[in-house]
């Protein structure tokens, strides 16, 4: 897995401590991460951060349109780690 911002660590580390549900997708960019369904691969929040220090995201989830497409249904920006991961949640887990 790339190396990753420290925001984005964090988020990681996060998300191995409760029970969010989400499988971790490397995007190969170290301010970014995806974190998929893991019965629907397609059905995933893609997470970046601009300020690796500032623990501050913005997000935007996607569901299945077709067998190998994703739509974007919902997003937010320069929101705090535990609202992420309430989103997450419900997206995914």
């Known amino acids: 897995m790339t190396a990753k911002d420290p925001s984005i660590a964090r988020l990681v580390e996060a998300l191995s401590n409760g029970a969010h549900g989400a499988v971790r997708v490397d995007t190969g960019a170290s301010n970014s991460i995806d974190l998929a369904s893991p019965s629907e691969a397609l059905r995933l929040v893609h997470v970046t951060t601009q300020d690796p220090d500032a623990e501050r995201y913005d997000y935007e989830c996607f569901v299945a349109d077709g067998a190998s497409a994703k739509r974007p249904v919902r997003w937010g920006k ?3 780690l535990d609202r992420l991961l ?8």
């Open 78 to 80: 320069n929101i705090a």
């Open 86 to 93: 309430a989103v997450v949640a419900e997206h995914v887990g």
